[in-house]
């Protein structure tokens, strides 16, 4: 069974820019999470998702930050425009719908460099 | 408020030696969830342990044990005869019961020396 992927692993772009992240669930699970990890900081929680609708997206830290999730499959994380403050690695993860709480599984992550 | 503090920034030890990872939680909530994940050098985020705060068992897992006591707010991990392949970033996350979101420690950076 294929884990969390991520796209791409790497972004590099300058302040103002728009970047776009993508992430594939593992097949059937309805939950997906984002995560950033700013550099020397805690990772953060940015928001979940139930399928393709928003359960809770407090973690977003301003309007610049889009994320959707058409169709409830993957999902995408755009940032535009871009600030030198983005820069870290966003984690994207996925668990189980079921009663209670399940672990989430984790994919490699996308390391944004904004410059 | 909920917060997981990792004190431990990086250790280093020599390989074979034990070593544990601490980790001292804060909740009022009364349902809740502890989790260790690793973090190799190749960055994927890597599930470890889940314990409810209802099981307070230490669990074992080969050379993996986790001590979780309630009455100091703790979930530590110990690496029995560690390997240079242990080395990783080792994080502890907390989730309350009313919600989905994980919230992280700071990690602790473990450094296996051969």
């Known amino acids: 069974e294929a884990g969390v992927t991520q796209f791409p692993s790497h972004s590099v772009i300058e302040k103002g820019q728009t970047v776009t992240l993508r992430c594939d669930p593992i097949?059937?699970?309805?939950?997906l999470y984002w995560y950033r990890r700013v550099m020397g900081k805690e990772i953060k929680f940015l928001l979940h998702?139930?399928?393709?609708?928003?359960?809770?997206e407090s973690g977003m830290p301003n309007n610049r930050f889009l994320a959707e999730r058409t169709g409830g499959t993957y999902s995408t994380l755009k940032v535009q425009p871009a600030e030198l403050e983005d820069s870290g690695v966003y984690f994207c993860?996925?668990?189980?719908?079921?009663?209670?709480?399940?672990?989430?599984?984790f994919g490699p992550g996308t390391r944004l460099t904004v410059t | 408020a909920q917060k997981v503090t990792q004190a431990q920034t990086e250790i280093s030890v020599v390989e074979k030696e034990d070593v544990t990872l601490d980790c001292v939680y804060e909740?009022?909530?009364?349902?809740?969830?502890l989790f260790w994940y690793k973090q190799p050098p190749s960055g994927e985020l890597v599930f470890l342990i889940r314990r409810n705060s209802f099981d307070e068992q230490n669990e074992i897992s080969g050379r993996y044990s986790w001590n979780f006591q309630k009455s100091t707010s703790s979930f530590n991990f110990t690496i029995t005869a560690s390997q240079v392949v242990d080395s990783a970033v080792y994080f502890c996350?907390?989730?309350?019961?009313?919600?989905?979101?994980?919230?992280w420690g700071a990690g602790t950076k473990l450094i296996i020396k051969p």
């Open positions: 993860a996925s668990s189980q719908t079921h009663w209670g709480f399940y672990e989430q599984y």
């Open positions: 909740t009022r909530d009364t349902t809740y969830y």
């Open positions: 996350a907390l989730n309350v019961d009313s919600n989905y979101q994980l919230i």
């Open positions: 097949s059937g699970h309805d939950n």
């Open positions: 998702f139930v399928k393709e609708s928003k359960q809770d």
